[in-house]
């Protein structure tokens, strides 16, 4: 089973030094397989699998021990109940509050698998998955990644040709990653609400 393990960040930076530290932390604990490191403001995360289910429990306090307290651990392999783009939405909004990148993304490809090649509501969803993407190779410590992807972003985003999209205003979203990308740099921002 595959768990995504949520501790809050105790002052790590985005880096690839930081995350040599988070591994570090944990090596020796005898943990189930895990891997996919990201930090946040908020959260050091990864994924956490596990053979025995029995063993979750026991490799969570590990981990708490290890790095500090458990925000949060979520099942990845379990089938989740279908969501409309309204509330896939509304709770992309809210994860993306958390600096929850990796969960943004995953959200969103489940919708824009649902519509058709060439829909511009398809285009918007794949601006807005580019994003969370560029955002979680920040937070792996990986600008310039970041930077090239957010780029992708930006076209998708222009082809989608409308202002809102639930509630999100778009072309105030895509002159804020054209700042970023004249500048070089992938920092964070809020998602501007449509007026």
């Not at 790590?12 to 403001?41: T, W």
């Not at 490799?59 to 379990?78: E, H, I, K, Q, Y």
């Not at 205003?169 to 998602?191: K, Y």
């Amino acid at each position: 089973m595959r768990y995504i393990v949520r501790v809050k960040n105790g002052g790590r930076e985005a880096s690839q030094a930081s995350i040599a530290e988070v591994k570090r932390s944990l090596s020796g604990r005898q943990l189930s397989r895990h891997e996919n490191f990201r930090v946040s403001r908020v959260a050091v995360e990864f994924d956490l699998y596990e053979d025995n289910p029995g063993d979750l429990e026991r490799d969570v306090r590990a981990v708490a021990s290890a790095l500090g307290p458990v925000l949060s651990v979520r099942n990845l392999s379990t089938i989740e109940e279908a969501r409309t783009i309204e509330q896939s939405i509304a709770l992309v909004k809210s994860m993306y509050l958390e600096e929850r990148f990796w969960e943004v993304h995953e959200e969103l490809e489940s919708q824009w698998r649902k519509f058709p090649k060439g829909v511009p509501e398809k285009e918007v969803l794949q601006g807005l998955i580019l994003l969370a993407a560029a955002y979680v190779h920040l937070q792996k410590g990986e600008e310039p990644v970041a930077l090239s992807i957010l780029r992708r972003a930006i076209l998708r985003l222009g082809a989608f040709g409308g202002s809102a999209y639930h509630g999100l205003d778009i072309p105030r979203l895509r002159e804020a990653l054209e700042e970023m990308e004249g500048a070089g740099s992938v920092w964070l921002i809020d998602l501007p609400p449509a007026e």
